[in-house]
């Protein structure tokens, strides 16, 4: 499937900005399954400094903002070719060994609600594959997707407790969960092309686990299916931080106003 892609991100300072830098994880990722055919960013009112490659192969890219800037906006777009895996994406690969997946962050570390899920699913008797599916339908039935009740700072736990959040959230409970099973979990950002619209709510996320024999597999909680060729992973990590689209720091002012537009469609490919 060849999906076309536009994203657009806006920040708005409250005042000049004095100095900033943006950290972007904003290029999709040419791995198994997965290929770029063209893919283009531009900027207004900041220029980029550099690129390279993190720990995990994300392409980041350093941009800095004009000073005096009281809005920046970044646009990406570009053509992906996508092929159906059933969510599996191989073996693993990287400069990180696949053990740094096992051990817990801030944003995953299990609580006593956590740990509850966990006892829950050990309870049936599944192993591997099947027990992660367990997982992942006990996350989508018991934590309500809904926008608005947390944000980038929100714990699995947290989410637990309040038995709601977001893509993100479903994530982290996931893989707080698949590590306290002690196997190997990541997190991933990127698109997902909804068939019911082009302009999509925001970028997604999801998780990916390692599972012997097939190497690392995508769940996607929220929507309770294995990635499928509507989606294209941009970036993965042991959370949110290591694969957060934008991070950044700013001198003499702070961010007022984010707005992100993201439109996703597939296209004819000419034979």
């Known amino acids: 499937m060849r999906l076309s892609i536009r994203h657009t991100t806006q920040y708005r ?5 004095v100095h900033a830098l943006q950290r972007l994880r904003l290029t999709p990722k040419a791995t198994q399954g997965q290929k770029i055919i063209d893919w283009k960013m531009s900027y ?7 690129e390279y490659d993190d720990q995990h192969f994300n392409t980041v890219t350093l941009v800095s903002v004009n000073q005096g800037a009281k809005d920046v906006v970044v646009q ?8 159906d895996n059933a969510g599996v994406i191989g073996q693993h690969a990287g400069n990180l060994p ?17 740990k509850r899920f966990i006892r829950d699913v050990s309870s049936t008797g599944e192993t591997g594959l ?12 018991d934590v309500e997707y809904r926008t608005g009740e947390t944000g980038v700072h929100t714990t699995a736990e947290d ?33 997902l092309m909804m068939n019911d619209r082009i302009d ?62 993201v439109a996703v469609e597939q296209q004819t490919i000419q034979q």
């Open 13 to 17: 300072f409250k005042e000049p900005v």
């Open 44 to 50: 207004e009112n900041a220029q980029k400094e550099l």
């Open 76 to 83: 990406c777009e570009g053509l992906v070719d996508t092929e």
């Open 98 to 114: 696949l053990w740094s997946f096992t051990g817990q962050t801030r944003l995953t570390k299990p609580g006593p609600e956590l």
């Open 130 to 141: 099947d027990a992660l599916h367990a997982l992942s339908e006990h996350i989508r039935s």
């Open 159 to 191: 989410a637990v407790k309040l038995g709601r959040g977001v893509c993100q959230d479903h994530a982290h409970i996931f893989i707080g969960a698949a590590r306290a099973m002690d196997i190997p979990a990541r997190y991933v950002s990127g698109y």
């Open 200 to 261: 999509q709510e925001a970028t997604h996320a999801w998780a990916e686990a390692h599972i012997d024999g097939l190497g690392w597999v995508g769940f996607d909680i929220s929507n309770g299916i294995s990635p499928d060729p509507r989606y294209v992973r941009v970036a993965t990590g042991r959370d949110y931080n290591d694969a957060s689209p934008i991070t950044g720091i700013s001198f003499g002012t702070q961010s007022d106003e984010l707005t992100v537009d």
